[in-house]
């Protein structure tokens, strides 16, 4: 079940190596620049964050030796438990950071709609892993929509768009995979391109103000134009090589703000240059190829979407992140995975990247070395 | 179908991964690479600071070593506008409970401006302070300080403030520091003040300004966030000011200041001045202008009620009317006459000339018809027959003077542009230098000056008048006193001065007060020791015949100056025998070989000066040379 022979190490080391990377980073970012130094123990949050790395292997190396097909199995109870998880939250949740995503546990917030991510991810597998010939009708395809829809509303409804988002690229990520056909994927985007923006002009300009801040919540237009500004210095700033590790102006003297969290990339890239940011874009780069690539040598098509699926969303979920540190799309408030503070984020990337392991042990020999 | 199509969506899945870094590559390169070298200055901007360090202010001693300012803590309030409450409500409520306090809108466009307009104008970072009030009551700022949790954002801070002693007594010389005027703004801004600055406004404090303020220190520090300083990177030390030691002693100044005001309740002046200088360097040795005012009110930032009262009082206490005021100097000016006429030939010092109480100078037009001619009247009205210079100085003959200046007759006088070439070789009509501001120059008319000022041309009676300081001649007391210091001293015009000497903080002397002679007078020695003697003969035998001692030889001239002065009815002012009004003046020096003192005493509305402002003067001169007070006289004036 569980042989070093085929343990991948491809998708092993990458994640190691960027979840150090973050340990490293929540220490610069948040405990180097404290007044009184690093705090002690769990007051502290790189060795928080390191200990939910250890978590986060274990749970890594379960899934990996747990055989996939348990997970596609249970579908239905990780559906109703993901719509349970999010119903909790929406009820008890605290409103902290602008958003209720955050269900408070005494010590620590957990954000169950990461754990929901995953869960959908094997659900959307499940629906959509079905024969070709039946892709043909819209039967699995409206499926997946009307089991990914409640999803999205509630965390639409916990004022947590990126995580809305997220969903919305899972389900996206998994209907294209699938290869549901490309005129049921197009009459989507029409009817999407012809609504939004019929939607939009129809709203008066401070309608579509309020809009706008309701898309990006959490942070008032100036708050946000600051962060944006400072990430930007604190990226530019760095240069070829960086400051040194625990040196950036920026970070250290907290111009920049959620330095540890949606804009640690930004402290990344202060501190260790332009060299340093293609070194972890490469690494994040060979992860998500090595996901493409057990998707596309899976023994099954559950296997295939949920690898694929695994690899969308990390995709997705760092490209958006880099792409608001670096500020050519709007701030949505998304970690970076496994890089970003915050035990839900980086114990729920490591199960999927751990499920994914199992489809990988699991696959058949490749056939075609070119793919 | 199947595999192969699944197979390819994976391809494009790829080609899109492969987009999205290279985009973000792309970017990253731009940002780190090409434009690395902007964003490094910015991240620079945000975390270096240029702090000024404050130097502490210089002080002020009298000659005697008598501390006359000292540096006391005072209170600003600012407001760090990040601090302040996020909710608009909140934000709204603590704005108007600082502006209750502090006593000033919320809201105003308009002076005093708002606490909103001043955070408009002056924020540059949110948690970089703005000062919003300087000079806070004491009280009002423990009351801040105490309710700090009620005004999140705004900080109370000690910053220094002067105390005047002796305040009322000094506060024309010293002045008050205030506000950097808009005007003058940029004129500081280039020397490395700040705009909420205090720097002297007026007196020493204003003159001496460079002297005083030292050069402040600069702090280049690495701030967080929070504009908190985190590290020092370099400093330069202020350099405190240096301290001042002023011409005057208070002791001396108080006794001038009692004498004047003794003077003036007799005479019933509500205006008042009186100035000792040393002839011989020009040091002034006491200034007292009444009323006076208190300069500390200046420092605790006055309150509008206090400024108002000040600058509406007609008596014009702010005003230092010993340089600030003109006024037409009367007889006393004669010794300018004097010595022109001495100087140019037109008299000698045994010439004579006869007053016989009345001068009629013929109609120009109608040179012999005497019923048209126009009387000119000496204040003797029975005349003071065949008399020579010294004489007429003596006894204030109005007549002899009216000759020289205009001339009479066959008798060739100085005219006007030759009596007005001494006036202003001696000082009149150009400010002397001294180290106070608002000083005016009074004013020594000419031909061409009538012409363009009234469109009349110039008559020999007003020569006449010009002759006996009256018609158009006006002077500062200060001018007056500077010329009589002429004829004390021999025949030369120094610039007054009031700084005695400057020291650094460690007591070490920069400079020194050095006699800065303005000009020498193009007048021979012989002819100014005749107008001297004139002088001395007027206490001896002439107008100054009250002056009570003789310990030490004084020397003098009377003055009582008519004036014009309008009611409200646009009348003029009258008195019950239908004569002008008068200003009482009366310039004296000692000792007569050596003078050490020459003052000048001037009493607004005062009356006869020989009457009213003499005993004031007497009073300066027994206090100067320790002279006791004689025995009050049985007998008293009728």
Same mark, same amino acid.
């Given at each position: ?145 009307? @089991? !990914?829809?409640?999803? =999205? ?6 004022? #947590?768009?990126?995580?809305? %988002?997220?969903? &919305?690229? /899972? ?115 060979? @992860? !998500?190829?090595?996901? =493409? ?6 023994? #099954?098509?559950?296997?295939? %979407?949920?690898? &694929?699926? /695994? ?61 | ?638």
């Amino acid at each position: 079940m569980f042989s070093l022979r085929r343990f991948d190490w491809l998708i092993f080391f990458p994640m190691v190596a960027i979840t150090a990377i973050g340990v490293a980073m929540v220490y610069s970012a948040f405990e180097a620049s404290l007044p009184g130094g690093p705090r002690p123990g769990l007051d502290n949050f790189a060795l928080r964050q390191l200990l939910f790395s250890g978590i986060g292997l274990v749970v890594y190396l379960v899934a990996a030796g747990l055989d996939y097909h348990i997970w596609i199995a249970s579908y239905r109870w990780l559906y109703l438990l993901v719509i349970l998880m999010l119903l909790v939250t929406l009820a008890m949740a605290d409103p902290t950071f602008g958003t209720r995503a955050w269900l408070n546990l005494g010590i620590f917030g957990i954000q169950l709609s990461e754990l929901g991510r995953v869960f959908m991810i094997i659900v959307m597998a499940r629906v959509l892993g079905v024969e070709g010939h039946k892709l043909e009708g819209a039967g699995p395809f409206l499926v997946s929509g009307l @089991l !990914i829809a409640p999803t =999205i509303v509630l965390i639409y409804l916990q004022v #947590d768009f990126g995580m809305a %988002l997220m969903l &919305g690229t /899972v389900w996206l990520g998994a209907v294209f995979l699938a290869g549901v056909r490309w005129r049921h994927l197009a009459t989507v985007a029409m009817g999407a391109a012809a609504i939004v923006p019929l939607g939009w002009f129809q709203l008066e300009e401070y309608m579509r103000g309020r809009v706008y801040h309701f898309l990006y919540p959490g942070l008032d237009p100036s708050g946000a134009t600051y962060n944006v500004n400072q990430a930007l210095i604190s990226i530019g700033s760095g240069g070829w090589w960086g400051k040194g590790f625990a040196q950036g102006t920026q970070s250290q003297l907290h111009f920049l703000r959620v330095r540890h969290t949606d804009f640690i990339f930004s402290v990344y890239c202060e501190e260790f240059g332009f060299i340093g940011a293609m070194l972890l874009i490469l690494l994040f780069a060979v @992860l !998500i190829f090595r996901l =493409i690539r057990v998707a596309d040598s899976s023994r #099954d098509r559950y296997g295939r %979407l949920i690898a &694929g699926g /695994v690899a969308v969303s990390l995709f997705a979920q760092t490209f958006i992140n880099l792409a608001i540190n670096a500020n050519i799309m709007p701030v949505t408030g998304l970690p970076l995975p496994m890089i970003s503070y915050g035990g839900s984020s980086l114990i729920s990337s490591m199960l999927a990247l751990g499920i994914a392991q199992s489809v990988s042990q699991r696959r058949r020999p490749p056939d075609n070395p070119l793919l | 179908m199947g595999d192969l199509y699944v197979r390819f969506r994976a391809v494009l899945l790829r080609i899109v991964v492969i987009i999205g870094f290279v985009v973000v590559g792309v970017r990253l390169w731009d940002l780190q690479v090409v434009s690395s070298e902007q964003y490094l200055d910015a991240a620079d901007r945000n975390r270096y600071r240029l702090l000024p360090i404050e130097a502490p202010r210089g002080v002020i001693y009298d000659r005697m070593g008598h501390l006359l300012v000292r540096n006391v803590p005072g209170f600003a309030v600012y407001i760090i506008p990040g601090d302040l409450p996020r909710d608009p409500d909140e934000y709204a409520v603590v704005l108007e409970r600082l502006a209750n306090l502090l006593e000033m809108p919320v809201d105003s466009e308009e002076s005093p401006r708002g606490i909103t307009q001043i955070l408009q104008e002056r924020t540059i970072g949110p948690y970089l302070r703005v000062r919003i009030a300087t000079q806070v009551d004491r009280q009002v700022a423990f009351i801040i300080e105490e309710d700090h949790l009620e005004l999140p954002g705004v900080v109370v801070m000690a910053e220094p403030q002067r105390h005047y002693y002796d305040a009322p007594l000094m506060a024309h010389i010293i002045g008050y520091m205030g506000r950097i005027s808009a005007e003058r703004l940029d004129d500081y801004l280039e020397r490395g003040y700040q705009p909420d600055d205090s720097v002297g406004v007026s007196g020493i404090e204003r003159t001496q300004e460079a002297i005083l303020a030292g050069t402040k220190g600069q702090k280049h520090i690495e701030v967080n966030v929070f504009g908190r300083e985190m590290a020092v990177i370099a400093s330069s030390d202020p350099a405190p000011g240096h301290s001042v030691y002023l011409t005057i002693d208070t002791e001396f100044q108080a006794q001038v200041e009692d004498a004047l005001r003794r003077g003036m309740a007799i005479a019933r002046s509500e205006i008042g001045v009186a100035i000792a200088m040393d002839p011989r360097t020009g040091e002034i040795l006491s200034m007292v202008s009444l009323p006076t005012f208190d300069n500390n009110l200046f420092s605790g930032g006055i309150s509008v009620e206090d400024f108002v009262a000040l600058n509406e009082d007609p008596r014009r206490p702010l005003v230092n009317h010993a340089i600030s005021g003109q006024y037409p100097p009367g007889s006393t000016f004669k010794i300018v006459p004097a010595v022109a006429a001495l100087q140019e030939g037109v008299v000698h010092p045994g010439t004579t000339l006869e007053c016989r109480g009345t001068l009629l100078l013929p109609n120009r037009f109608f040179p012999n018809d005497m019923s048209q001619a126009q009387p000119f009247r000496c204040w003797r009205r029975a005349g003071h027959g065949h008399i020579n210079v010294a004489t007429a100085i003596a006894q204030s003959c109005n007549i002899f003077f009216y000759q020289v200046g205009g001339g009479f007759m066959d008798f060739p006088g100085l005219g006007i542009s030759r009596l007005g070439e001494y006036a202003q070789m001696m000082g009149f009509g150009e400010s002397t230098g001294i180290e106070l501001s608002g000083e005016a120059v009074g004013l020594v008319p000419s031909d061409r000056w009538k012409r363009q000022t009234f469109g009349e041309s110039w008559y020999t009676g007003d020569t006449y008048n010009a002759s006996i300081g009256q018609s158009f001649v006006l002077s500062t007391p200060l001018q007056l006193l500077n010329a009589t210091a002429v004829i004390a001293n021999g025949g030369t015009l120094y610039r007054p001065q009031l700084v005695s000497q400057v020291v650094d903080i460690e007591g070490n002397v920069v400079s020194t007060l050095t006699p800065d002679p303005i000009r020498e007078m193009a007048i021979s020695r012989e002819n100014i020791e005749v107008v001297r003697r004139g002088m001395r003969q007027t206490v001896t035998n002439g107008t100054a015949w009250r002056w009570t001692f003789d310990d030490v030889p004084v020397s003098a001239k009377t003055g009582t100056a008519e004036y014009t002065k309008l009611d409200e009815h646009g009348q003029l002012i009258m008195d019950q025998h239908g004569y002008l009004p008068t200003h009482a003046w009366f310039t004296a020096f000692a000792p007569y070989d050596d003078p050490e003192i020459v003052l000048v005493v001037f009493l607004d509305d005062g009356g006869e000066g020989s009457q009213y402002a003499l005993p004031v003067a007497e009073d300066i001169m027994r206090a100067y040379f320790q002279i006791p007070q004689a025995e009050p006289e049985t007998e008293l004036e009728p």
